[in-house]
């Protein structure tokens, strides 16, 4: 059993930042992948980015690349998510989620089998 608690969400101004993390505990799984997804109310939940554990590798929904950055912290069990230029779009309720494995598929929420019980996101334009 893996457990995700987030933290970090918040008010902010069109144009501003926000910082996002993901706190793990229990089992962990060390080729899996860790993810940041994203509802908005009356819309399914999006893929934001996912980062693999082990290895560093990243992948981003082209709606925020550039401008958000995924990184985690092993010896903490943490993921952040670092979001810049933050737009009205963007609010939304943000999930973390764990996963056993990473590869080209970890952009679907079927993939992932732990989730965190989110951080609200608004940004005012």
């Known amino acids: 059993q893996v457990q995700l608690v987030e933290s970090g969400g918040g008010l902010v101004q069109a144009g501003g930042s926000l910082k996002l993390s993901c706190a793990a505990s229990?089992?962990?799984?060390?080729?899996?992948?860790m993810g940041w997804f994203r509802q908005a109310p009356g819309k399914a939940r999006e893929f934001v980015a996912t980062?693999?554990?082990?290895?560093?590798?990243?992948y981003y929904a082209d709606s925020v690349k550039g401008r958000f950055t995924i990184s985690r912290d092993n010896a903490k069990n943490t993921v952040y998510l670092q979001m810049n230029s933050l737009k009205p779009e963007d609010t939304a309720v943000y999930y973390c989620a764990c996963g056993q494995h990473f590869g080209p598929s970890s952009d679907s929420p079927h993939e992932y089998d732990y989730w965190g019980q989110g951080t609200q996101v608004t940004v005012s334009s």
């Open positions: 980062i693999s554990w082990s290895g560093g590798s990243t």
């Open positions: 229990g089992r962990t799984f060390s080729s899996g992948a």
